[in-house]
């Protein structure tokens, strides 16, 4: 039997990349050993898929060594935390420890623009990039993943609500562009790192989608997609920092997304790559397509109306 491919956050929603690198390692044969931190029906949806279930913390010792003990290459993600950084070193010492050949790490696009005298605001962006400094200083055989702002968070999470209720993207973002890209595209590419990672030892990549536009250029891509017209509604970030609050947002998230609000505005998203095509032979979903694909979300029923 082939050594398993470790898969962490293997747990996240359908359409989430953990689940679907494991969905997809599994369809080409791969023997995967998917992480989770919970023991739910998403760890037993896991199972059936035919994957390895290890149920575990990214910060305990003991956790990480059950889950990469007999792997070669694994996985690395984790969603924003203000322990994201130890997760990080834990998981490396582990996996150094183990000889891990190959350690693909999912990192964020920003960090391109960040060095050892350039940071942002988001407590984030440098724990991401202390990680990174972590990851490259261990000596591990690191590929480093960046991609930019997901379809499935910028435009399905925060614009639904508003675009089914009012035909209107509410967000705050000015007129700055961006080039978000969906959670199945950076999950394949991820594959292709895993299944064949030599070529890609010591490299990073840059994942976005097909076009860098502004949102009222999207709003006319929703409009095309969902048959209504759908406008675009620039609006205050701090109003908008306050009502996640009020939702009951983690601050060290909230401060992360207003960060990635205001660096929008400043057009700090405004850039594009061909590495999703490059690593995977197919080209990024667009806006348009992801909408049309996701219309029943950002339309109200007949039964609701």
């Known amino acids: 039997m082939a050594n398993p491919i470790l898969v962490t956050g293997a747990a996240g929603r359908i359409g989430g990349v953990g689940r679907t690198i494991t969905e997809l390692l599994l369809k080409q044969g791969q023997a995967v050993r998917a992480m989770v931190r919970t023991e739910d029906e998403r760890a037993q949806a896991l199972r059936d898929m035919g994957a390895e279930v290890v149920v575990g913390s990214l910060l305990d010792l003991d956790s990480m060594h059950r889950a990469i003990a007999g792997c070669e290459t694994m996985y690395f993600s984790m969603s924003v935390s203000d322990t994201y950084l130890a997760a990080t070193v834990n998981a490396a010492a582990v996996a150094k420890h183990h000889g891990v050949k190959a350690f693909i790490n999912m990192s964020q696009m920003t960090l391109s623009q960040m060095s050892v005298t350039e940071t ?122 306050d009502g996640l609050l009020q939702s009951g947002q983690p601050l060290h998230l909230v401060n992360h997304l207003t960060t990635l609000a205001n660096l929008h505005r400043a057009g700090r998203f405004d850039r594009m790559t061909d590495d999703v095509l490059t690593l995977t032979g197919q080209a990024p979903l667009s806006v348009q397509e992801f909408v049309r694909r996701n219309a029943a979300t950002f339309t109200t029923s007949a039964k609701e109306a």
Request: cysteine-free.
């Open 120 to 241: 942002t605001a988001s407590p984030q962006h440098k724990l991401h990039w202390l990680a990174e400094q972590a990851l490259n200083w261990s000596g591990l055989p690191v590929v480093h993943v960046r991609p930019t702002a997901f379809l499935e968070g910028l435009f399905l999470i925060m614009t639904a609500d508003s675009v089914r209720n009012s035909n209107q993207i509410r967000l705050p973002f000015g007129e700055g562009k961006t080039s978000p890209v969906a959670a199945e595209d950076v999950a394949r590419a991820v594959v292709a790192l895993l299944v064949n990672p030599q070529p890609h030892i010591g490299k990073t990549y840059h994942l976005t989608g097909p076009q860098s536009e502004n949102m009222p250029f999207y709003a006319q891509e929703y409009s095309k997609a969902l048959g209504r017209t759908i406008t675009y509604q620039d609006i205050p970030v701090e109003g908008w920092r």
